[in-house]
């Protein structure tokens, strides 16, 4: 049940995302092609996008709540070695062999790690988001709800990670920020859509030009760190593989 939920969010999530960018996709295939159609369907993605990203919210909830609570079972084959190197100690530590897997604590040094850096990243996103919808957004609105999304899943992501040492809880979080932090990458677009617009805000005398180098660098910051997620999630998953094979 909670692998379809990943699978259903994840494409429900990735469908927003398409549905979203589609004029701005569209608009670049077609100024490829030389049709003019370009150089104004892409004004389209202020309208899709909000729709999109809706759906996107949706999807990754969906995948976020079918990842953390998924079984041992599920998660085992994710950090198994593969059979050409797979060992009886790592089967032994996986309990490949009994009806019940078990998976192994992760190194007490690499779970503080794990902790630390997610709380850590929640800080800078909980900072970022509350500037820029206070002080550094010319052009709030409905906005302001989207600005702020990135702080619920990022505060999701501490709370999974409060039991990080145990490899079961770990793994749920790898499961769960690598489908957020995916959707958070491409969700970087967005500030490089609306770029030239917050830039058109220096023609306005009475908008200061920080407000709107705010606006700009608080647009970029939960890419980043849904980048810098991904990369480090991948190598603290690395290490715990390591750790189960050495035994």
């Not at 569209?26 to 993605?45: E, K, M, P, R």
């Not at 041992?72 to 032994?92: F, G, H, Q, R």
Request: overall charge neutral; glycine content about 8%.
């Amino acid at each position: 049940m909670a692998k379809n939920s990943v699978k259903v969010g994840g494409i429900l999530a990735g469908a927003g995302c398409l549905f979203g960018l589609a004029p701005l996709i569209i608009s670049f295939i077609a100024l490829a092609f030389g049709s003019d159609i370009g150089n104004v369907l892409h004004w389209y993605t202020f309208m899709t996008a909000p729709v999109g990203a809706v759906v996107v919210i949706v999807g990754l909830i969906i995948a976020i709540v079918g990842a953390s609570t998924s079984t041992p079972e599920d998660l085992a084959k994710s950090v198994s070695i593969s059979a050409d190197n797979s060992d009886s100690k790592t089967a032994a530590a996986l309990g490949t062999s009994s009806a019940t897997v078990t998976l192994p604590p992760l190194p007490a040094i690499l779970a503080r790690s794990v902790k630390l850096a997610y709380a850590i990243g929640f800080g800078i996103v909980l900072v970022s988001c509350v500037m820029r919808v206070t002080l550094f957004q010319p052009m709030s609105g409905i906005l302001t709800f989207f600005d702020l999304v990135p702080v619920f899943f990022a505060g999701w992501f501490v709370f999974l990670a409060r039991n990080a040492q145990e490899g079961l809880q770990f793994l749920r979080l790898y499961q769960s920020q690598l489908i957020v932090s995916i959707a958070g990458c491409i969700a970087g677009l967005w500030p490089l859509i609306t770029m030239d617009t917050d830039l058109s805000l220096l023609d306005y005398e009475d908008i200061p030009s920080f407000e709107v180098a705010g606006t700009l660098i608080t647009g970029f910051i939960p890419a980043l760190a849904s980048l810098a997620s991904l990369i480090f999630a991948g190598v603290a998953r690395a290490r715990y593989r390591r750790s189960i094979a050495k035994g």
